[in-house]
């Protein structure tokens, strides 16, 4: 177990759909990341929060939002899903002075979006 | 932004080989991780580098600022070792950019 908690595993859903995933960052750590990795893309950066408030934007789509609560787990919103939208998606947290860490971030199990 | 290049894309060795994925980077980085990510997908920080060398068990991960590239070392390669191994380059607060990754499979 990474600390890092993402929910669920897996999920199917249907085109048009809208699905949250959910990330608990390790204990201690006040940014989150949200990735995406496709099977032709490899790993994209999505978004990044720190301490509840967005800090960097990536190539993340309008049908795409995402926030951080103030116990600082994250969810990542995902409307009007297409059929390529189907990837993994990861998050990681990190200590911003990377104190607790030799490693920097901690990647959490991810969660497999499959839509048909 | 930074451009993230990784080689080989794919790797088959045989058990007990000494191993070596090199990446290289366009701009000047604050600091160069190498994830390892198993078939079931987890991933996991095997390195953080920003000078010199770091070795951990039978992986040795090396940069080289000045040539804008790294390497990440295994010996005594196992099956186990199997994977993908990405590269990843960080520069002061902008987010990681990734390399592709290189498959790695370890033939007993």
């Known amino acids: 177990d990474s600390g890092v908690t993402q929910t669920p595993k897996h999920l199917i859903t249907a085109t048009g759909q809208r699905v949250t995933l959910r990330c608990s960052p390790r204990?201690?750590?006040?940014?989150v990341y949200w990735y995406q990795q496709s099977l032709d893309q490899g790993l994209q950066f999505l978004i990044q929060?720190?301490?509840?408030?967005?800090?960097a934007k990536g190539n993340i789509l309008e049908r795409f939002s995402a926030q951080q609560f103030p116990d600082l787990h994250s969810e990542l919103n995902l409307s009007s899903l297409e059929l390529g939208d189907s990837a993994l998606y990861f998050c990681a947290s990190s200590d911003p002075n990377f104190s607790g860490s030799n490693y920097g971030y901690t990647f959490g199990s991810g969660t497999r979006l499959t839509v048909v | 932004k930074n451009e993230v290049e990784q080689s080989p894309q794919n790797l088959t060795a045989q058990e007990g080989e000494f191993i070596t994925i090199n990446c290289s980077y366009s701009v000047g980085i604050s600091a160069l991780h190498w994830l390892q990510q198993h078939p079931g997908g987890g991933i996991v920080s095997l390195f953080m580098?920003?000078?010199g060398k770091k070795k951990h068990g039978r992986l040795i991960a090396t940069i080289n600022i000045q040539e804008k590239h790294s390497s990440l070392h295994i010996t005594a390669s196992h099956p186990r070792d199997s994977a993908v191994y990405i590269c990843?380059?960080?520069?002061?607060?902008?987010?990681?950019?990734f390399g592709k990754g290189t498959r790695l499979s370890v033939i007993a």
């Open positions: 929060y720190y301490n509840g408030e967005e800090r």
């Open positions: 990843a380059a960080e520069s002061g607060n902008t987010p990681l950019v």
């Open positions: 580098l920003s000078s």
């Open positions: 204990s201690g750590d006040l940014s």
